[in-house]
């Protein structure tokens, strides 16, 4: 039977996923018993671990172990390599006229194609999101697809989606794709990891394939021209979609080309100048090209956001009206508009309503909601014991790995400092580990995340600048050393792990702070059939006021279905046909959670502390 945090953590790794076994210090009330660093219990399972060369919690830094990997406290590594990936090598139909080859993606130069077509991505479990509710709303919703072969997006694209492996669409997929290739603007949203990236990419690609536009005649003879814009929020993600959206248009002649700020802009100015269908960018350095006139939006017809409600916050709702409404891009019903998230909050659907023309909202699962393939975990823990309560979590992982190998863990914290202290405080303790934040060079945070996906530093302690978006294979466990304010952003936060159908665990300190976060967090956890603490239940009795209202993520989800958004009393979008492919009828799933309207306060106003980490 568990007796500590570490032995239940311990037990979750040995059992499968969603077996996940109560430790005893679950049921416990806050006021826990003094806590035990690791190497002072006597368990067989701790002492065959390595201990760590300095006491934990010590500080200590006389005693500096042998660290390896990228992180900045070990020797220095000079293997950045180019660094900012730019667009590919040209496509087939550039621009300019220059016909360069085009890198495989795929990098099976030699392979044979029976290579991918046998196999299908491996791991994938379909089964479990075979009964997750999809709700539609909107006029003439297309019928969603079971299979690729149903829809026509071409050869060269089929044969790249058989590439990746990719069986089956997702549901998201299986929904959006017809939507988008039906010439609808689309609000989608969709749980952590379910394949939102390809939903979007394909309906473009395809589109642009089908070659449909015309010519493209831009004002001046550097100004690039894409027939598509997808913006992301951070670079990183910017990046990792470019590389994605480059496997699906291989060979297609669809080029794609990424543009992101602190890498130098001549390298990203000279591919976009060997031509471009698809940007892929970070508003910043967007609005940085259109102002140099390196970059014209005139021809675009294909506008998506992922991460779309970060998009439209507070944040970077300035810059996304200037790119979308005060340049020269087409208006809404000319382009077709994709927003993606897996949360969507009524006020910023409200809010990115303005950029959509008779646009089907779709849900995939609960709006907001986390992925059941994420166990989910919360401790109370005091601010002075979480150091040493993260210790025990890696010394119990790192007892319970393959080999006595490190799992992948992501470790959010609330600020950049406090992201290289406690970076510094793993490494001097034995935990390769190594950190990502705005106050890093873009080498650096590239550099970081490298080291963490090799394995080479297994610890990755990171600002809310990796919470949303980012694909890394083999992330076991993300822990919220520091909760976020906002309960969206935990949910993104955790889903770094649980992704395409794989289970992961997700573990949050909480303490008095946090105390605004008790009732979401136990809301979300019931709705994803996690054990909730008895603890954070008789707190979440007090009403958090960070409480998101029943306008948000419980009950109808589509906000032109409340009346409050009603305009002019009539409704919103006229002939509503609600389908509730696979859910309870009527769309109410678990109604109840709070008076309509409300988007909760600290959420996206200021002092949310949300902004302080991103870019
Ligand atoms: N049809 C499919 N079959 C198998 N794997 C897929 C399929 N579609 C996507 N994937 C894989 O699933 C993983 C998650 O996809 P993706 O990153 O697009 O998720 P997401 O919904 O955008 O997540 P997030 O909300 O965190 O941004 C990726 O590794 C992707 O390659």
């Known amino acids: 039977m568990p007796i500590s945090w570490a032995d239940s953590v311990a037990a979750a790794e040995n059992s499968a996923a969603g077996s996940y076994a109560v430790g005893s210090s679950n049921s416990l009330a806050p006021n826990r018993p003094t806590y035990v660093p690791p190497h002072l219990r006597n368990r067989p399972s701790s002492s065959e671990a390595a201990p760590p060369p300095a006491a934990a919690n010590s500080g200590s830094i006389s005693a500096i172990p042998a660290v390896s990997g990228g992180n900045r406290w070990a020797a220095p590594r000079n293997d950045f390599r180019s660094g900012y990936v730019s667009g590919g090598r040209g496509g087939w139909n550039n621009r300019s006229g220059s016909r360069d080859r085009e890198v495989n993606p795929f990098g099976d130069e030699n392979g044979s194609e029976q290579q991918f077509v046998d196999q299908e991505n491996s791991g994938i479990n379909f089964d479990a999101y075979e009964d997750i509710p999809v709700e539609t709303s909107g006029d003439n919703v297309p019928p969603p697809v079971n299979t690729f072969a149903e829809i026509d997006l071409g050869e060269a694209l089929n044969l790249n989606i058989r590439r990746c492996k990719y069986v089956k669409p997702t549901p998201v997929q299986r929904h959006a794709i017809p939507i988008s290739l039906g010439g609808r603007d689309l609000m989608a949203c969709a749980q952590t990891g379910s394949g939102k990236t390809a939903a979007f990419c394909f309906p473009i690609i395809s589109g642009i394939m089908r070659g449909q536009f015309g010519q493209r005649a831009p004002r001046m003879p550097r100004t690039a021209c894409p027939l598509a814009l997808i913006l992301s929020p951070t670079r990183e993600l910017s990046c990792q979609i470019h590389e994605e959206a480059r496997k699906f248009a291989y060979q297609t002649g669809v080029k794609v080309v990424v543009a992101y700020g602190g890498a130098p802009i001549n390298q990203q100015l000279r591919e976009l100048e060997r031509g471009v269908d698809i940007l892929v960018a970070t508003p910043g350095r967007l609005v940085d090209l259109l102002e140099r006139a390196r970059v014209s939006l005139q021809s675009i017809r294909y506008l998506a956001l992922d991460e779309a409600d970060r998009m439209l916050d507070m944040g970077f709702e300035p810059q996304i009206r200037k790119i979308v409404q005060q340049m020269d891009m087409p208006p809404p019903g000319v382009r077709q508009t994709m927003l993606f998230s897996a949360t969507f909050p009524k006020e910023i659907q409200r809010l990115a309503s303005d950029f959509l023309a008779n646009y ?59 992201a290289d202290s406690l970076e510094y405080w793993l490494c001097m303790n034995g935990f390769p580990a190594t950190t990502i934040h705005g106050d890093r060079s873009q080498q650096e945070r590239e550099q970081a995340l490298r080291s963490f996906k090799s394995g080479n530093t297994p610890i990755l302690v990171a600002t809310d600048v990796a919470a949303r978006g980012l694909d890394i294979p083999h992330v076991a466990h993300v822990v919220n050393f520091d909760l976020p304010n906002d309960i969206d952003d935990y949910v993104h936060r955790i889903g770094r792990t649980g992704r395409a159908g794989k289970s992961g665990l997700a573990t949050a300190f909480f303490n008095d702070n946090n105390a605004s976060m008790a009732r979401p967090l136990s809301d979300l956890m019931q709705e994803a059939n996690q054990e909730v603490p008895a603890w954070l239940a008789r707190a979440s009795y007090g009403g958090g006021k960070n409480r998101r209202g029943g306008g948000g993520r419980f009950g109808g989800r589509d906000f032109r279905r409340d009346s409050n958004f009603n305009r002019g009393g009539g409704d919103y979008y006229g002939g509503a046909n609600m389908n509730n492919a696979y859910g309870p009828p009527g769309g109410g799933y678990g109604g109840g959670y709070g008076a309509p309207g409300g988007y909760g306060g600290g959420g996206y106003g200021p002092g949310s502390g949300v902004a302080s980490a991103w870019d």
């Not at 992925?371 to 150091?387: A, F, G, H, N, P």
């Open 360 to 418: 089907i909202f779709l849900a995939v699962g609960r709006v907001g909601s986390s992925t059941d393939l994420i166990v989910q975990r919360v401790e109370y823990v005091q601010e002075s014991d979480k150091r040493s309560h993260l210790m025990d979590l890696l010394h119990a992982q790192r007892a319970n790995g393959a080999h006595g190998k490190q799992a992948l863990t992501l470790v959010f914290v609330e600020t950049k400092k406090g």
